[in-house]
């Protein structure tokens, strides 16, 4: 089955800095990789995800960039705010459909001020 | 603006007690996740729907577990008899079930505390 590794673990930067998280995943059938931002006491929510047909996509401060011959793809978050601060999971399907994430260990994200 | 429901979000309960939770997916999804999420094994999936048929519980252990969609707007996940190890916060999630559109959108959660 699909094995996904996210690195740091935790990360702290300061506000207007720049974050990168990276995850790694071992089965190169998986074609969705999705980025989910869980705040304390809330549920995993959505933030931006990539198809394998694409190399990066952005959304405003948001970027994910996508390697498929080494299989690693990264979050990068620009001009941080201390709203940012939070845990944020990766995640990797092969079916396309969405329906068999495995999601990486998260990063806790911390934006001081 | 259409989100998951979980009720209840909090649960304690005593060793041995049956604890049912239950999801109302957003209007118009066809597939049903469970997840739990501990700080040891992260999120783990523990059963998925679509059209309300069982695809996948392999996940679920099976002798005290168990995870129904009575009807397109509710999916409820039991433990029987319920234990201290499963004490975890317990995520729904759903989504369309078509390829090139898809994702999981996840509702808020129910802590559940097994004493």
């Known amino acids: 089955g699909e094995n996904v590794e996210q690195h740091p673990s935790t990360l702290s930067v300061q506000e207007g800095d720049s974050a990168v998280i990276k995850c790694t995943y071992s089965?190169?059938?998986?074609?969705?990789f999705p980025w989910y931002k869980q705040e304390l006491g809330k549920g995993p929510q959505l933030i931006i995800d990539?198809?394998?047909?694409?190399g990066e996509k952005k959304d405003q401060r948001i970027a994910v960039t996508l390697n498929k011959t080494a299989k690693h793809f990264s979050l990068h978050i620009t001009e941080t705010q201390p709203e940012d601060s939070a845990v944020y999971f990766c995640?990797?399907?092969?079916?396309?459909?969405?329906?068999?994430?495995?999601f990486g260990t998260g990063t806790r994200l911390q934006v001081t001020l | 603006d259409a989100r998951v429901t979980q009720t209840p979000r909090d649960k304690v309960t005593e060793m041995g007690q049956e604890v049912t939770m239950r999801c109302q997916p957003i209007?118009?999804?066809?597939?049903v996740f469970w997840y739990r999420q501990t700080m040891m094994q992260g999120l783990e999936l523990l059963a998925y729907?679509?059209?309300?048929?069982?695809?996948?519980d392999s996940g679920m252990p099976k002798d005290r577990f168990s995870a129904e969609m009575p009807d397109a707007t509710l999916a409820t996940l039991k433990i029987q008899p319920s234990e201290p190890r499963d004490s975890a916060v317990y995520f729904c999630?759903?989504?369309?079930?078509?390829?090139?559109?898809?994702?999981?959108?996840f509702g808020p959660g129910t802590r559940l505390t097994v004493l």
């Open positions: 999630a759903s989504g369309i079930g078509r390829t090139s559109t898809d994702t999981q959108y």
């Open positions: 089965d190169s059938a998986s074609n969705y």
């Open positions: 990539i198809r394998s047909n694409v």
């Open positions: 995640a990797a399907d092969p079916t396309g459909t969405a329906s068999k994430l495995t």
């Open positions: 209007l118009g999804h066809n597939t």
């Open positions: 729907f679509r059209n309300r048929a069982p695809l996948d």
